[in-house]
């Protein structure tokens, strides 16, 4: 099953091609996300990873389109599914990959787990256990933004099964009231667990905000640059004082819901089909290649992402889990 055609309540046009360095670039990330989280399947499979692991893959263009045209201001906050997202905010993948493996080198010294890290540092506001929690988190960004005056924009992002929740529309109507310069992001992977999103969803997911006067747009998620053109007018638009924008992105995960998942609700040749037609890595290989990278170069690319990333899993399995006393840490901040 291949994702709809794509319904905009704007019309978005891609102006001329991408150069040779944007393409390496895409490509390099694209193929970052989903080594990393390969490599996050066989550590959760071997018994390093505890509690519960949502892998990204199949769904890269989504995040690393959005993420070429934001600016450094700009805040970012998503639901479980997030190592890719803090990949894509530059987050270290040695750090990444401790706090999955529960060490004390993680970004959360080892207490958030896959699901529960963050960096200020990075603009990175967290992943979130709670279905439709970032979208909340996302409002309250969004008006430090405009309280401020810094120009940015709050990127919150959620999936199809998180849409129907209700704090979001409570949040679609406190953003629209406010003006608050948030981008919603729905990235619909046609599945809330295990139930299609014709089953669980009525109507058009980016159409919701209307009621609000919110506008939106679906678009190819499986296309980065797609996503990146789509993201770029939403983003201009929540920068320019106009209030928050819907963006839906059809894309697809390959792999189940969780590592517990085995994904029995589509057949194999649905996912071996949207592999073979629609993938977003092999999609700009393509394009690299039509430009004269031969297959020994992206080998060599292939082989420098693969050894970064083992170099992650070897350092998140060499840190030392945490001690005792950091059950009593970061638990209370003192006024003075």
């Known amino acids: 099953m291949s994702p709809p055609k794509s319904k905009k309540k704007t019309a978005v046009k891609k102006t001329g091609q991408p150069s040779l360095e944007e393409l390496r670039k895409l490509y390099y990330e694209m193929l970052m996300i989903r080594r990393f989280e390969e490599k996050s ?23 690393t ?30 750090g990444i990959m401790a706090e999955l493996t529960g060490r004390i080198d993680g ?10 890290m963050f960096s200020r540092e990075k603009g990175f506001f967290g992943g979130n256990g709670i279905v439709g929690a970032g979208v909340a988190i996302g409002a309250g960004l969004g008006f430090g933004h405009k309280y401020s005056g810094d120009g940015g924009v709050a990127i919150a992002y959620m999936g199809d099964g998180a849409s129907n929740q209700g704090q979001v529309g409570e949040c679609y109507n406190m953003a629209a009231l406010w003006d608050l ?8 992977n046609q599945y809330a667990m295990g ?19 919110i506008p939106g747009e679906q678009v190819d998620g499986m296309d980065v640059f797609a996503v990146q053109t789509a993201a770029k007018q939403a983003l201009d638009y929540a920068r320019s004082g106009n209030g928050p ?6 894309t697809y995960r390959y792999r189940g819901h969780s590592m517990s998942d085995p994904a029995k609700y589509r057949t194999k040749e649905e996912v071996s089909t949207m592999k073979e037609d629609r993938d977003p ?13 031969d297959e020994a170069e992206l080998k060599v690319v292939d082989k420098e992402i693969k050894a970064i990333v083992a170099e992650a899993a070897k350092f998140a399995q060499e840190s030392p889990e945490p001690s005792e006393h950091e059950l009593w840490t970061d638990i209370l901040v003192e006024s003075v």
Not at 245 to 250: D, F, G
């Open 65 to 94: 389109g959005i993420n070429s045209v934001q600016k450094p201001q700009d805040t970012v906050v998503t639901s479980y599914r997030d190592h890719a997202h803090m990949l894509a905010c530059g987050m270290d993948a040695n």
């Open 181 to 188: 310069p948030v981008l919603f992001v729905i990235e619909n």
């Open 281 to 293: 890595i092999a999609n700009v290989k393509n394009m690299l290649q039509e430009r004269g990278i």
């Open 107 to 116: 970004y959360s010294r080892g207490k958030g787990g896959s699901m529960h």
């Open 41 to 63: 399947g066989q550590l959760y499979g071997m018994g390093l990873i505890g509690g519960f692991c949502h892998l990204y893959i199949g769904q890269e263009a989504v995040v």
């Open 245 to 250: 924008y819907i963006l839906e992105v059809m």
């Open 195 to 213: 139930t299609s999103a014709t089953r669980h969803a009525a109507g058009q997911l980016y159409r919701r905000g209307e009621g609000y006067g």
